[in-house]
């Protein structure tokens, strides 16, 4: 029996004396040694478990069981019956046509509203940063003019157990801006912040909510509350929000 080799060889490796060897170790078989017999290192008879557990199986009772099977009837039936149609439970795609009319009223009427924006921002030919987040840096000279809490606001510490060292969040919405861009408050605010005028704080701008969120320690959170709506010139309410308390204040 006879083996055809087809060996690929670079130019200046065309010794007809080393490709025959090269050729030659290609078609030797691998060599192998032969395995060691395993013995094991426990005893071993062949008819007893070499490991026991402390505790028998669980016993399933018969009602257990019957709840299994219906309940993986049940999946095995849903999963059967799972419709890839991604429009299946849109309320746009419905045949209840005064939904949809609806539903696309509101669109569109969001569309205008951030179109409107943006015309506004390049009619004032600003060109802003996408910088979304904005720190202050620590400093002793912000908190010399800070006064005590107010009672009210001590009082809903009191009710919820919180530390004035618990970190809160002013919320300005867009709709408070007086007729200036979540833009120009963002601009404004950042200004403010590079000058360490917002002790402890930290902001970030959420463009796809209209919102701008300034982080803050509680025994801040009125002197900075009352900065933002001076310095930004907000008209109407901006809500403190705690995480897992959800607003506890407002001004």
């Not at 002793?140 to 060292?165: G, V, W």
């Not at 900065?227 to 929000?241: D, E, M, V």
């Amino acid at each position: 029996m006879t083996t055809e080799v087809i060996l690929h060889y670079r130019p200046y490796e065309s010794d007809p004396t080393q490709l025959l060897k090269i050729a030659e170790k290609a078609i030797q078989d691998f060599p192998t040694r032969p395995l060691s017999r395993f013995i094991p290192w426990f005893p071993h008879d062949g008819f007893k478990l070499p490991l026991k557990p402390k505790r028998s199986p669980p016993v399933i009772s018969e009602e257990a069981a019957d709840v299994v099977k219906q309940y993986l009837t049940i999946a095995e039936h849903a999963v059967k019956s799972q419709s890839y149609d991604c429009t299946v439970d849109l309320l746009e795609f419905q045949p209840n046509l005064k939904e949809k009319k609806h539903l696309i009223q509101s669109h569109t009427l969001n569309e205008q509203t951030i179109s409107g924006n943006l015309e506004k921002q390049s009619e004032n030919g600003k060109r802003y940063k996408k910088r979304s987040w904005s720190v202050s840096l620590p400093s002793s000279n912000s908190t010399e003019n800070i006064f005590p809490l107010s009672e009210k606001l001590q009082d809903s510490l009191k009710a919820l157990n919180l530390h004035s060292f618990y970190r809160a969040r002013w919320t300005i919405e867009h709709t408070i801006c007086n007729n200036q861009t979540l833009e120009d408050i963002w601009a404004k605010l950042n200004q403010i912040i590079r000058h360490n005028e917002l002790p402890s704080c930290n902001a970030t701008i959420q463009r796809h909510l209209g919102q701008i969120w300034v982080f803050c320690d509680i025994m801040y959170c009125e002197y900075v509350g009352n900065l933002l709506k001076g310095r930004l010139a907000l008209t109407g309410k901006i809500n403190l929000f705690v995480h897992k308390y959800g607003v506890i204040f407002s001004m």
